[in-house]
């Protein structure tokens, strides 16, 4: 019986900071596992400039609990971009990528973009640049459901901006349907980022009895079992253009419904890395757990491979119901429930 796993130290390539008291307790759960984390630019005040990027990278990092710790910023684009500063921040690794929220996706996307056409200039510069699109992948008008956002957003612009721009990396963010991963399997210059909640929950885990669990409702949505077996095979063994995104996106408990509005967005940190264990160990395939944590990702977006090491060991773990800390009280995704994995 495997009782422990030695892997390269992960990244995580897509995780929300937030700012002040909230931004300390996900930078010490994120340090804790990561050596990198990409910090989500959708922040009450967003990242769209490069002075934004360096001090949001030097917040984030002075509050780490890992010495090496880094925080790759990707800039969060708008019709109005000051594109001489964007050019130059990716030039400098100021920005890491740009990223692409339509309008009213999500949290914080009301100033994203919506017409794409408009911003084909800037993924012109990410092509040119060799840097990276990273796309949160739904298209929200009001005539198209909600489990079927992400299909409409693939047909309606993804395809283009795929052949338009032949040689642009893209990273399909939080992949959450089985057609998600068939596109990214079948397309080149693509790769796809993976939570663990999307390869464990299902709509009922949502939906059920005419009740909500606000606690599951996140963006993408979660789907069908079909895209969750979907999603698990890619992570666990169609496994080169796949790789660790926890999307863990944490709201204060008391925020989580306000009024008749759910906030979407789940928080895993505490306990994300010793999900995917067990994700990949239902699965039979621990052996390719390194590859997704630490391999795929890396090599995507042409960084090094981290030199340091970590270890999960077999051990029991329950998961607190909440990550409370001054003013802060989390909800934690699987909270209550044993996980068999612990990182030492
Ligand atoms: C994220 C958030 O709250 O910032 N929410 C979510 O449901 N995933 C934004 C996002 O990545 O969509
Ligand atoms: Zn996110």
């Given at each position: 019986?495997?009782t422990?796993?030695?892997?390269i ?9 937030r ?12 340090s804790?596992v ?9 922040t ?29 910023i ?33 949290t ?13 200039n ?35 612009e ?5 052949n ?13 349907s ?9 397309n ?39 895209d ?17 995104g926890t ?11 306000q009024?008749d509005?759910l906030?979407a967005?789940?928080?895993s ?13 239902e699965?039979?395939a ?5 590859k997704f944590?630490?391999i ?10 981290n ?25 934690n ?12």
């Open positions: 019986m495997t422990d796993i030695k892997i130290k992960p990244d995580d390539w897509h995780v929300h900071f700012e002040d008291e909230m931004l300390k307790v996900v930078t010490k759960y994120s804790r990561n050596r990198r984390c990409i910090a989500m630019p959708n009450s005040n967003l990242i769209t400039s490069s002075d934004q990027a360096v001090s949001y990278k030097k917040l984030i990092e002075s509050n780490s609990h890992s010495k090496n710790f880094e925080a790759l990707p800039c969060y684009l708008t019709e109005s971009l000051n594109i001489d500063d964007f050019t130059y921040a990716l030039q400098n690794n100021i920005f890491v990528g740009g990223k692409l929220y339509p309008t009213n996706a999500t914080n996307s009301q100033h994203g973009v919506n017409d794409i056409k408009k911003i084909y800037i993924f012109e510069i990410l092509e040119k640049e060799n840097s990276i699109l990273l796309i949160h992948g739904e298209l929200n008008r009001n005539n198209i459901d909600i489990f079927d956002r992400e299909k409409y957003f693939i047909d309606e993804l395809f283009q901006i795929r338009t721009f032949k040689d642009l990396k893209i990273v399909l963010e939080h992949v959450s089985e057609y998600g991963v068939d596109f990214v399997n079948s080149n210059n693509i790769a796809g980022t993976i939570t663990p909640h999307h390869m464990l929950l299902t709509k009922d885990d949502v939906f059920k009895d005419k009740q909500i669990n606000p606690h599951h409702y996140c963006m993408p949505v979660v789907k069908n079992e079909s969750l077996l979907s999603l698990r095979r890619a992570a666990c063994f169609e496994n080169n253009k796949f790789f660790i999307d863990s996106a944490p709201h204060q408990a008391k925020d989580k419904i009024h509005s906030k967005g789940i928080f940190s505490p306990c994300s890395l010793e999900l995917y264990a067990s994700i990949f160990e699965e039979n621990l052996e390719n757990l390194e944590s630490s795929n990702g890396p090599k995507f977006y042409g960084l090094d491979i030199n340091d090491f970590l270890t999960l060991n077999k051990e029991e773990m329950i998961v607190p119901e909440y990550t409370e800390e001054g003013n802060i009280k989390v909800k995704f699987f909270a209550g429930k044993k996980i068999d994995w612990k990182v030492s």
